[in-house]
């Protein structure tokens, strides 16, 4: 009943048979209990995370400022994004080919909520010989309220997934006030639903389906891998023949290998299938069944590692090379990638300007010989504090540069236009010239500054 790969003669596809896998302690699977703690935790808690008068992380879309503790980013830093998203990627990578689907079995929020669903259901149908055994059994009384019971504590779960998630984009103070009052907008609601209903289903229902079918890392997972690559695997040669013995038993004696066929490592898998078959795309790395096996180990008394993390190499009784070429290059990048992260937003300039040429006019003739240009000068104060700036330009002799006052006042978050005329001697022109205008702070004992280029236009004889 647990094995979901059982092929059907005749259909293309064979209709999905529930798994329970089964409850196992073990090293591995302490981790990824920490792991899911550290991961939700982290989730739920950031949007209720003051910092000063705002929430210390908030994507404020209609303000368009991104919060994150003391940080506020505009969307002229949009590049910070893309550069994450090299750095997601390589990490990827990075992992995969050091220890395959490390990601899969620890971190992804597909397993991570699976997870937490699975706990759901077993602290309220018990083990799993308890869920089977309840699956079919007639419905009654009792069958009733556990299952109901169930899919509440699921769907309260999500909800509360779905409203955690749309914090991050409204305040989630403001939101919880908007939810009480049944006034939330058509949007706030959507999401809540949508991302909520989204793991109700995913973790709740469809559970490894979505790694067998949806997810695209299973299918190209292997144009990562090598021969030095870790991967969970079962050590055929020790292993077989397989069967099962008494306690005490010499297997050698009974022409045994070590694996007694308890199929606990296929019982305590979550996504169904069997290792002792070699290693699989629905293979998640959660290592499961690396503790369950070590159990039996202890339990009949042979060595640990029948199921293990090796490497082809190592399996063939070659050199281990976890540590290569490939491997090193990986993280050489990865290294370079987040420490010019990390200086680049450190050191970013939070004052920036653009420069837009006045499209009504070329230029303008004035009395004395003086060519004039008018241009549409926008400050950029991505500060928390008020600056005050002045406009400068250079690139031609004799510029004038005329903006009516002497200081632009320009507020913390804000942006300000201000039409600025530039004025030059006739004599010292031939045609355009190009300049830079350059805007500076003058109240600061560190001055912030930022130039922006344009185009000065005149006659050409």
């Not at 004039?372 to 400068?392: A, C, G, M, Q, S």
Request: aromatic share 14%; charged share 20%; net charge positive.
């Amino acid at each position: 009943m647990n094995d979901a790969n059982a092929p059907v003669d005749g259909e293309l596809y064979a209709a999905r048979q529930k798994i329970y896998p089964r409850e196992i302690g073990g090293r591995f699977q302490k981790l990824r209990v920490y792991a899911v703690f550290a991961l939700l935790g982290l989730y739920y808690v950031l949007p209720w995370i003051r910092w000063g008068e705002r929430q210390a992380v908030l994507f404020d879309l209609p303000a368009r400022k991104f919060h994150i503790f003391a940080l506020t980013l505009w969307p002229q830093d949009f590049y910070f994004l893309t550069w994450l998203l090299i750095i997601a990627a390589l990490s990827l990578f990075f992992f995969t080919a050091l220890a395959g689907r490390l990601f899969c079995g620890y971190a992804c929020p597909q397993t991570v909520w699976t997870e937490t669903f699975v706990w759901i259901e077993r602290w309220v149908e018990g083990s799993r010989s308890q869920q089977m055994k309840l699956a079919r059994a007639p419905w009654s009384a009792e069958k009733v309220l556990r299952k109901g019971t169930k899919y509440f504590l699921w769907a309260a779960f999500a909800l509360w997934t779905g409203f955690t998630f749309v914090g991050y984009f409204t305040p989630i103070t403001e939101l919880a006030a908007k939810i009480v009052t049944f006034s939330t907008g058509p949007w706030e609601t959507f999401w809540v639903l949508f991302y909520g209903g989204a793991t109700y289903f995913n973790a709740g229902f469809m559970r490894e389906q979505v790694c067998k079918y949806m997810c695209p890392y299973a299918r190209f997972q292997s144009a990562m891998f090598d021969r030095d690559t870790l991967i969970i695997t079962y050590d055929e040669k020790r292993g077989e023949p397989r069967g099962a013995r008494k306690k005490g038993t010499d297997p050698k004696a009974k022409g045994l290998g070590d694996c007694v066929d308890c199929t606990m490592c296929v019982q305590v898998c979550p996504t169904g299938i069997d290792i002792r078959k070699g290693l699989q795309y629905e293979c998640i790395a959660c290592a499961a069944c690396i503790d369950a096996c070590d159990e039996v180990m202890d339990k009949v008394g042979y060595p640990r590692g029948l199921i293990r993390y090796d490497t082809q190499h190592g399996l063939e009784g070659r050199p281990k090379r976890v540590m290569r070429p490939r491997t090193m290059v990986y993280a050489t990048l990865l290294m370079v990638l987040i420490l010019g992260f990390a200086y680049t937003l450190t050191h970013r300039n939070v004052v920036g300007v653009d420069v837009i040429r006045d499209r009504n006019a070329l230029y303008r003739e004035l009395p004395g010989g003086m060519i004039e240009n008018v241009y549409n000068v926008k400050i950029l104060n991505k500060d928390r504090d008020e600056h005050e700036f002045v406009i400068t330009a250079a690139g031609l002799p004799g510029i004038q540069v005329d903006y009516g006052d002497d200081e632009v006042e320009v507020g913390p978050g804000n942006v300000q236009s201000v039409a600025v005329r530039l004025r030059v001697p006739r004599a010292e022109l031939q045609g355009g010239a190009d300049i830079t205008f350059t805007i500076r702070t003058e109240d600061d004992a560190h001055p912030l500054q930022a130039t922006g280029k344009a185009r000065f236009l005149a006659p050409t004889n």
